[in-house]
């Protein structure tokens, strides 16, 4: 991902993204124009059907570009309020592909965004759009258990180029 990559790292132990939670997927992002993208692969341990990966790893997958891409584009965290996935094609385990998200749109208090993953060669797997809200950094806090100044770090962390 070079040196676009998204400098912050969470503080908690977050399935789709933690480099502290052994049994998660551990995901980096990298900045993009309208969002952020990584590249990853899923192991045969997240399957459904043998040898694809599981629908619920794949919405993980999409809700967590979406995240990120609120983190590193505008520096907000947020809530996901709704999100709608269409499964197009099956997607493989030990495979690379490639998971993107792009905010369609943002105010003080809520946002829309795309998210994708797409094989290596550009076949579109899977895609989703969900909406998002903002509470108070506070309130996030409180319900992630993480002090309100780590999450303004990480946020800050992540707006960093």
Request: proline share 4%.
């Amino acid at each position: 991902m070079g040196n676009n990559e998204v400098q912050g790292h969470w503080p908690g132990s977050c399935f789709g993204c933690s480099s502290g939670n052994p049994k998660g997927l551990q995901l980096r992002f990298s900045h993009t124009d309208e969002g952020c993208v990584t590249s990853c692969t899923i192991p045969d341990t997240y399957c459904g059907f043998e040898g694809l990966v599981h629908g619920g790893i794949i919405a993980t997958l999409l809700d967590e570009a979406a995240g990120w891409s609120l983190f590193a584009r505008i520096g907000r965290l947020g809530v996901t309020r709704e999100m709608t996935t269409r499964y197009l094609k099956p997607v493989p385990t030990n495979t690379e592909i490639r998971v993107e998200g792009t905010i369609m749109s943002s105010d003080d208090r809520s946002a829309v965004v795309r998210s994708t993953i797409h094989s290596t060669d550009g076949t579109l797997l899977a895609e989703g759009e969900s909406t998002w809200a903002f509470p108070r950094l506070g309130r996030i806090a409180s319900l992630a258990n993480v002090p309100e100044g780590a999450l303004q770090q990480f946020l800050d962390d992540c707006c960093r180029k």
